[in-house]
């Protein structure tokens, strides 16, 4: 019986929660394309090559409601996959403090909650639409006095 353990220590969410720019300089910013993100590391897909181990600044605006939060961090590359010409590259951050890395985990978190509790209403579920329509009022009689 082969034995299965999650290593994750954070839940990962799609990219749908916020937007990220790269930079190796801090000079030169580019937006990537994020295939997930969680409060450990983000997984993104590029068409220039990077090592194994290059350092990176991240500019991670995350979408939260009505929310949207900023935050500057720091990681490394720690693995690099090829598909299909498509390069993807796994990153763990350094140096992110406890507050970041716990809202970024909520975020991500409530995010989750919400996409797994909607589901598809059917008409058997008793959910029905109303729609309330203005009276039209006739014209009022002036009375002059």
């Given at each position: ?57 991240f ?35 350094d ?13 991500i ?37």
């Open positions: 019986m082969t034995y299965f353990a999650e290593r994750r220590k954070y839940q990962r969410c799609t990219s749908a929660v916020c937007k990220t720019l790269m930079s190796t300089d801090k000079k030169r910013w580019t937006e990537i394309e994020l295939i997930d993100v969680s409060a450990g590391g983000l997984k993104f897909t590029s068409k220039n090559t990077y090592e194994v181990d290059t350092p990176l600044n500019n991670i605006c995350v979408y939260n409601m009505l929310s949207e939060f900023n935050m500057s961090l720091e990681g490394r590359i720690t693995r690099m996959e090829s598909e299909k010409g498509v390069l993807s590259y796994s990153v763990k951050f140096n992110i403090n406890k507050y970041q890395q716990i809202q970024l985990d909520e975020i978190k409530s995010k989750i909650t919400i996409k797994e509790s909607i589901k598809p209403v059917s008409d058997d579920d008793g959910i029905y639409t109303f729609f309330f329509l203005p009276r039209i009022r006739s014209k009022r009689i002036k009375s002059y006095r």
